[in-house]
């Protein structure tokens, strides 16, 4: 049996696959993540392998199946990656709200017979929010590890109008997708 490393030190993420019953151990990459695609759904596909293939190249690929994933959040043409500080927070907020937008997930599954790299999107809809709804929300802290500055499981929720497609996707890991995926390999 090979033995699934998670390689993100993201909380949720870990959540995710402990919700669905996986044995995984976590070992984050420190890879320095280099950008050469435009197009969201490449960007996180080219980053979630970097990921993968850096923990892979440290495991040396023994008995393991190395999981990497990034997300985005893009909107107009614009990807909205973590806020640097607050006040870029706000404004990723006051460029979502009331609109749709896409976020992205890059999944990356390496083991030492194959390489599977795919994405997932979903459509998320905000509510309008008020300049005391984005200042409160930027207040909590909850914004600022997070792509597009919010989280839909968090505080989030409560300007979330509607989704198109997964949720967990927006969470940061389409476990559905992984784990058939997984089954492949």
């Known amino acids: 049996m090979k033995r699934l ?12 696959l402990e919700q669905v019953g996986l044995d995984f151990c976590v070992l984050p990459s420190d890879v320095e993540e280099v950008i050469t695609k435009q197009v969201p759904s490449d960007i996180v596909m080219e ?13 040396k690929g023994k008995h393991s199946i190395v999981l990497g994933a990034d997300t985005v959040v893009a909107y107009d043409g614009k990807i909205l990656g973590k806020p640097k500080n607050e006040e870029d927070a706000a404004n990723m907020l006051r460029m979502l709200s009331g609109k749709k937008h896409s976020v992205y997930t890059g999944v990356t599954l ?11 999107e979903t459509l998320v809809e905000f509510y309008p929010m008020s300049e005391t709804d984005i200042e409160a929300y930027v207040w909590s802290g909850e914004p600022m590890d997070k792509a597009g500055a ?7 929720a409560a300007f979330i109008k509607g989704i198109e497609g997964d949720y ?18």
């Open 5 to 16: 490393i998670l390689a993100s030190g993201s909380p949720r993420r870990k959540e995710i």
């Open 110 to 120: 390496i083991s030492d017979r194959c390489r599977n790299t795919f994405y997932e």
């Open 168 to 185: 967990y996707n927006v969470v940061g890991l389409p476990i559905a997708k992984v784990l058939r995926n997984l089954q492949k390999m």
């Open 47 to 59: 980053l979630s392998r970097q990921k993968a293939e850096d923990v892979f190249e440290k495991v």
């Open 150 to 156: 919010y989280g839909i499981q968090g505080k989030a």
